[in-house]
């Protein structure tokens, strides 16, 4: 069992920078997949970044490549999500989850564990 509590959230201009953490409690985070989704207004639950377990490999949604950065720190059991150059399209609530599958397909349902959530909001 894996507890993930997201924080950093907030309001923004466009053009600046935020960062958000995922502090997990529980054992073994070091043996998970993890990643960021986000959910904006309206609209599904959409992949953002992914980290291998080890943070050998990351992967990025087109929209956030070269803007978004994915990092872990595993002898502190958390995970970060540096976001730049901030857009109004990037408003939305933002999770973390853990997974364990051998062939992640960067989909929700890839997803064991989830946080609640935190909000970003980027008025245009």
């Known amino acids: 069992q894996v507890q993930l509590v997201e924080s950093g959230g907030g309001l923004v201009q466009a053009g600046e920078s935020l960062r958000l953490s995922c502090t997990a409690s529980?054992?073994?985070?070091?043996?998970?997949?993890m990643a960021w989704f986000r959910q904006r207004p309206g609209k599904e639950r959409d992949f953002v970044a992914r980290?291998?377990?080890?943070?050998?490999?990351?992967y990025y949604a087109d929209s956030v490549k070269g803007r978004f950065t994915v990092s872990r720190n595993n002898f502190e059991n958390t995970m970060y999500l540096q976001m730049t150059s901030l857009k109004p399209e990037d408003t939305a609530v933002y999770y973390c989850?853990?997974?364990?599958?051998?062939?992640?397909?960067?989909?929700?349902?890839?997803?064991?564990?989830w946080g609640e959530g935190t909000l970003v909001t980027v008025p245009s």
């Open positions: 989850a853990a997974g364990r599958r051998p062939d992640f397909q960067n989909s929700p349902s890839d997803m064991d564990y």
């Open positions: 529980g054992r073994a985070f070091s043996t998970y997949t």
């Open positions: 980290i291998s377990s080890r943070g050998t490999y990351t």
